[in-house]
Nanobody, 115 residues
Framework: QVQLVESGGGLVQPGGSLGLSCAAS????????MGWYRQAPGKQRELVAT???????NYADSVKGRFTISGDNAKNTVFLQMNSLKREDTAVYYC?????????WGKGTLVTVSS
């Protein structure tokens, strides 16, 4: 059973920074990529950033230049450093792991950007 556990969410003021972590445990067959998605109230879940097992990254246009994704393949861990946060970044952030068997999701961590 693969489990993803996110941490690092919380309340931050506009312009501030926050870091998220996600650790995967369990038996994982051929990990392809890990990433972060988010879902704001009343909106659909959307991609934030992904990183493949060879280190290639992809970002949503809305976070380019502000967010940085990184990973530790040996520990099946992915991080998201979020800088210059905006109110519109408020959402529940979900970690996703894509493997040859199936995709796995974490339960999410809430990020609130507010003064």
């Amino acid at each position: 059973q693969v489990q993803l556990v996110e941490s690092g969410g919380g309340l931050v003021q506009p312009g501030g920074s926050l870091g998220l972590s996600c650790a995967a445990s369990g038996r994982i067959f051929r990990l392809y990529a890990m990433g972060w998605y988010r879902q704001a109230p009343g909106k659909q879940r959307e991609l934030v950033a992904t990183i493949t097992n060879d280190g290639s990254t992809n970002y949503a246009d809305s976070v380019k230049g502000r967010f940085t994704i990184s990973g530790d393949n040996a520990k099946n861990t992915v991080f998201l450093q979020m800088n210059s946060l905006k109110r519109e970044d408020t959402a529940v952030y979900y970690c996703k792991l894509a493997s040859s068997a199936m995709d796995y999701w974490g339960k999410g961590t809430l990020v609130t950007v507010s003064s």
